[in-house]
């Protein structure tokens, strides 16, 4: 089983990964976010740093998924919190003319050697709701976090899994509180069970 939760900055992703992953006793596949030399700058001068940015965060992502093909080394159950396409999401917003053309070459001979995941849970928020969890957790370099780039990056989203081609479970995250309200936790992971359980059963 493979399972991805996706979604826009700081609405729980990685939360309910952990989640998911402790349920069904799985490797967990977590985003490298922090370790981003280049993202701190980023959100100072996007213009500037926004290829750099972005290559790296491509080729991080395909180093770890790419794991996921080989065989023997992630036998059992998996979830990570991202998905590789989204590097392709913010690649579309932060870069223009040649720097997207050079971008979209690579990404176009990487994203076929992945593996597809078995489901894709979307976890979606209104812009007042991503901001206040954003505040919540406070990572530094996220302060200056817009609104407005914040709601591009939801409708992007939104437009992207509109016609996403896989299983898929949107699911409002507004709607719950999994990290405090333990009876959330329960009606998350339930509803994603089913979500698995039909998805298993039109195969």
Known sequence: ?????????????????????????????????????????????PDAYAFQVQVFFL????????????????SGNVVSDYLFD????????????????????LYGHLSPRLPSPDLV???????????RRIAKRGRPFETEMKAEYLADLTARYDEYFRTYAHPLLTIEAAGYDFVARPEDEQAILTEIQN?????????
């Open 1 to 45: 089983m493979y399972v991805v939760v996706e979604g826009p900055i700081g609405v729980g992703k990685t939360s309910l990964s952990r989640k998911l992953a402790a349920r069904y006793g799985a490797e967990l596949n977590l985003e490298i976010v922090e370790e981003n030399p280049f993202l701190a700058r980023f959100y100072e001068q």
């Open 59 to 74: 080729l991080s992502r395909f180093k770890q998924l790419s794991a996921l093909a080989q065989p023997g080394l992630f």
């Open 86 to 105: 989204k590097d392709f999401i913010f690649a579309a917003m932060n870069l223009k003319d040649a720097e997207f053309a050079l971008y979209e070459d």
């Open 121 to 131: 849970v979307y976890l979606r928020a209104d812009t007042d709701e991503l901001l």
């Open 195 to 203: 979500a698995l359980d039909a998805g298993k059963a039109a195969d």
